[in-house]
């Protein structure tokens, strides 16, 4: 899991984690960097879309006892 603490959100700090952790796997043999992100968070597609992810298709959340409300994944990915 990753996310940025809010007072440094929009201070390019995400793309630079996004950077590191694409880096990493390019060194490490991979070809793609998938990522699932929950649907109530509909601010984070948008996001993850301009650092160049796409959505691939969806998922179930399987933590479901905490929930408050049905959710499910949305499973996106990026070349690396």
């Given at each position: ?51 160049g ?18 959710a ?8 690396v």
């Amino acid at each position: 899991m990753l996310s940025v603490d809010p007072p440094h959100q929009g201070t390019g700090l995400a793309k630079r984690l996004i950077e590191e952790v694409e880096d990493y796997c390019r060194d490490a043999g991979c070809s793609a960097l998938d990522i699932e992100v929950v649907n109530l968070r509909e601010e984070l597609p948008p996001l993850y879309e301009a650092f160049g992810f796409s959505k691939t298709g969806l998922g179930s959340f399987s933590d479901t006892g905490q929930l408050k409300r049905p959710a499910h994944l949305i499973l996106m990915s990026k070349p690396v």
